[in-house]
């Protein structure tokens, strides 16, 4: 049944199966680890499960696990206390964009699947572009255009100041990523 709510989520959005990850603990996540491209067993899973995933990482229980996600939390948190203030917000022109990054806390999950939404819907339109994903914090200067949550705007202006932000709710399904698109579409295709 997981199996089928992912290849229906990847349909929807367009993604391809390789860009996909799960984790799992027990009997009844194993048909859905060996669909994925990148299976993650839990520590606490059987062997009979752990013996089909790439990765094998903590118990879930175990305290190290607890420690690393307490700690990541805090590295979170440090991040938005970056540099605080404001930054002046510089407006690219679309006909300078040749590369945009989706970006989020760790640079992984949802901006991972936006950056290869986006670049795919690009390619079909007949539009070669630069389109990555990373954490906020380690954007290269070299982009034009940041998309981000809009609950990370501050610390998206504070890490790469004069570098246009496009804010958006959801990474696979915004209005601002809509105007986005088409403006780039719009520009290329001229």
Known sequence: MEQLGIDKFLEYYGLDLKDTMAFGDGGNDMQMLQHVSLAVAMGNAGDELKSIADFVTKDVDDEELM?????????????????????EQVTASTEDINK?????????????????????????A????????????????????????????ERAEAANPGIRIVTIQNFLKDQNIEDLYEEIVQKKQK
């Not at 945009?100 to 079909?124: H, I, P, Q, Y």
């Open 100 to 124: 945009v990054v989706f970006a989020c806390d760790a640079g992984l999950g949802s901006s991972a699947m936006g950056a290869t939404s986006f670049r795919k819907r690009l390619e079909k």
């Open 126 to 153: 007949g539009i070669k572009m630069d389109v990555k994903n990373y954490a906020i914090e380690k954007v290269p200067q070299d982009v034009n255009v940041i998309v981000t949550h809009e609950n990370l705007l």
């Open 67 to 87: 420690k690393s996600q307490e700690k990541s939390k805090a590295m979170k948190q440090e991040g938005k206390d970056i540099l605080e203030g404001a930054k």
